[in-house]
Each structure stands twice: as structure tokens, then as C-alpha cells.
């Protein structure tokens, strides 16, 4: 799909990069070139994403940290710059796509719980963000950030049952579209992916905890399938790459078509056999 040296030179950092669509996006990077910063809680993914990505041939580090600490996040940025032997590691790129969400009635969360989800994902992002567009700013040099959301975010509309995340993934897109005004003079571009159902462990053992749910969820989909990580990463290839450099402040939605089909009032007739329509149209034609 796109020039192997597409992202050629580029230094990508990725949160929760040694996992699901990190890892994904991490592998697909690499073979186009870039050199990858892998950031995450666990290390033992960490590191074996980072092999794989050097087994292409492309360089790779590693460094774990929580990402809702600052200081830790300095420190991973201090690493990046020790494996990478420039100022912060030569890192032109962020992808924010570490997060946090389970399935949950809100009146049974605690405060914790509220707290643990907008830590990762709106504070987390923004530590990273922050951490990053200063470094850029003070060095005159341009940057990208991506952040992964969700379509309740993009959609503006919220879902029950994962409150905090809705909560806190509205609140990164705020982010992205007031900072890709705030940064533009400084060449810093920011954009968003909203991403559908993509089956990873990480995401489907909270979100779709059975195989009853998981089939209840794919017939529900308008396509009948779910996402394909590689479907995503490459729309992240194109987002963070020169060739999408007047994309700024967007969101682009991939999900086969699933918000939508919610948002529709009469799109529950995507169910309505064909016996029902012959059946609707023979009493209009009489
Ligand atoms: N339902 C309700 N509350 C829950 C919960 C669930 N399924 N899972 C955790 N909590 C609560 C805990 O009870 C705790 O609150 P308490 O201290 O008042 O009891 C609070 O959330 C924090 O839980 P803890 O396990 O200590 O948090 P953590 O910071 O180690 O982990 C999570 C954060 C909960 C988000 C964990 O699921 C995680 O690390 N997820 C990362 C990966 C992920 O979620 N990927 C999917 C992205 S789509």
C-alpha cells in the first residue's frame, strides 16, 4: 500500500506499544522504515516486541513506565535519549495509544475506579503530549502526535457502561483539536483515530468478556466482522507520515460502519428479512 521507506528516518514513540494495536502499529512502522520507542507497564512484551521489530532490521527500544506519573514519563524520555543517543532519543513522533476501560454499571464504581481509567487515558496522554510538544517547541522542531479514541468520542454521543473512558477519551480529542490550533505555528501536527471493535486481548477480555458476547457483537456489526489491527495500522502510517501534512486536528473513524449503524433510527431495519420487505412493498403497490 505504500512506499516502504514512507517513514524513513522518523523516530516513533508508541504507549502501550509492546501489545494489541501498539504492537501492531509498532511492526508496521518498522517496515516502513521508522525506528520505534516502545513505552508500557509490562516488560516482557515490551521487550519481545522490540526484538521483533529489530528482527526486521529496524532499530528499537524499550522503556516501562506507568505513564500517569510525569516523572516517569521524563525518565522514559531520558532513556530514549541514553538508547538513542540524541535529545530525547530524536523522537519526531508520539502515538498515544496506551488506555485503560472495562464494562461496568457506573452506580457500582468506586472514585478509584473512575480515577484508575482517567489517569491512563486522558492524564496519561496529556503527560505524554505535554512531555514531548515542549521538547519540539524549544528545539524548532516539528512533531505529530496520534491519539487513539473511540467513535463514543468521535460521535460526541457517550455510551453507557464505560463512563470513565467515555469521559476521559472525549477529553484527549478536546486536547487534539485545541493543541493542533496552539501548536500549528510550531509545526506540531495532532490528530486522532477512532477505532471500531478490533479484537485484542487487552480490549476484548474487558469489553467482550464471552464468546456469546463476541458473536452477539459480530452479527450486530453491520459488515459482520470486526477490524483488522493491520487495517488500523496503516491508516496510522498514513496519519503520522509527510504525506498526510495538512491532516491536523481530525479524527478519522474506522469501524466498518458500526457507530453509525447505532446512530440511524430506522437502521435496526439492517435485520428486517427480505420476506418483510416484499411483504411492505405488496401493500404499497396495491
Ligand atoms: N469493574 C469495576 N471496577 C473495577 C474493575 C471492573 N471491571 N476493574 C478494576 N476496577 C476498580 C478496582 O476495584 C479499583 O478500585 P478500588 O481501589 O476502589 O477497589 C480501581 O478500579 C483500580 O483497579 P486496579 O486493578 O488497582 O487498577 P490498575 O491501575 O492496576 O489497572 C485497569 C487499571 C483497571 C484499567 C486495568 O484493567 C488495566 O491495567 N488495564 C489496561 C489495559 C486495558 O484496559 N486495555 C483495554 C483498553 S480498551
Redesign the pocket.
Known sequence: MFQTDLLEGRTILIT?GGT?LGRAMALRFAELGAGLFLVG?REDPLEQTANDIRAKGARAAWFSADIRDFAAVEQALAAAEREFGRPFGGIDTLVNNA??????RTE??????F???VE?VLHGTFHCTLALGRRWIEAKQPGTVLSIVTTYAAANCGSGFVVP?ACAKSGVLAMTRSLAIEWAPHQIRLNAIAPGPFPTE??FS??VPSKELEERARNHHPMKRFGRPEELANLAAYLVSEQAGYVNGECVVIDGGEWLRGAGEFNHFLDLPGSAWDAMEATRQK
Open positions: 502501550g494489541g507497564r488506555a485503560g476501560n472495562f464494562i461496568a457500582k464504581l468506586s472514585p478509584n475506579a480515577n484508575s481509567i491512563i473512558s487487552g480490549a474487558r469489553l
